[in-house]
């Protein structure tokens, strides 16, 4: 039995994470999505939003499970005897980062691993914040994001202009 994590913001979940998700999930019995709950980061979707999306953007496959943890990343893997970290790589840019978090891991949990899977190319430049910068100035994201999350994209959009 192997059981992955893959933990991130997801705020909003885009295809490039989706893409991650779907190869991610063959490799593996289980894989959890760990949706990060920071209180200190202001956030575009709730965290109860950002879980829904991302439960009905992967509710296609059959292995998933969709968590919510605050804190380290490597208890949340224990707590669902995950022992894979799963991270995406895009650009060179994500390189430093993702060895930073990957090595301070190691170093706390020697028992989880870090796996990176390359990002497709074609959502290579795709992340969270392009898509929120797009919907900041009302432009199509259709091409970025799984249709439910156009969809609360717009609704979001609807209720600031209620304001
Ligand atoms: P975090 O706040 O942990 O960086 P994100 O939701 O931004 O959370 O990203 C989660 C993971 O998904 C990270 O490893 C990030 O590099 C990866 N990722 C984000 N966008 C893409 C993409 N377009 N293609 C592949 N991996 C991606």
Redesign the pocket.
Same mark, same amino acid.
């Given at each position: 039995m192997s059981n992955a994590l &893959?933990?991130? !913001?997801? +705020?909003p979940v885009?295809?490039?994470?989706l +893409? *991650?998700i779907e190869r991610a999930s063959r490799q593996f019995d289980q894989l959890f999505i760990g949706v *990060?709950h920071n209180i200190n980061k202001h956030n575009f979707f709730t965290l109860p939003e950002r879980i829904a999306l991302m439960k009905e953007a992967t509710q296609h496959l059959e292995n998933i499970t969709v968590v919510s943890f605050e804190g380290l990343s490597v208890a949340c893997a224990k707590k669902y005897s995950a022992n894979i970290l799963i991270?995406?790589?895009?650009a060179i840019s +994500?390189f430093e &980062?993702?060895l930073q978090i990957a090595s301070t891991n190691k170093q706390i949990a020697p028992e989880v691993e870090t796996f990176f899977?390359m !990002?497709?190319t074609e &959502?290579? &430049?795709? !992340? !969270?914040s392009l898509v929120k910068e797009l919907a900041f100035y009302q432009a199509d994201v259709n091409m970025y994001v799984p249709p439910c999350v156009s969809t609360a994209i717009v609704a979001k959009q609807g209720e600031k202009s209620d304001v």
């Open positions: &893959y933990p991130g !913001s997801f +705020d885009t295809l490039g994470h +893409d *991650i *990060i991270r995406g790589l895009r +994500d &980062y993702e899977l !990002s497709k &959502y290579s &430049y795709v !992340s !969270s």
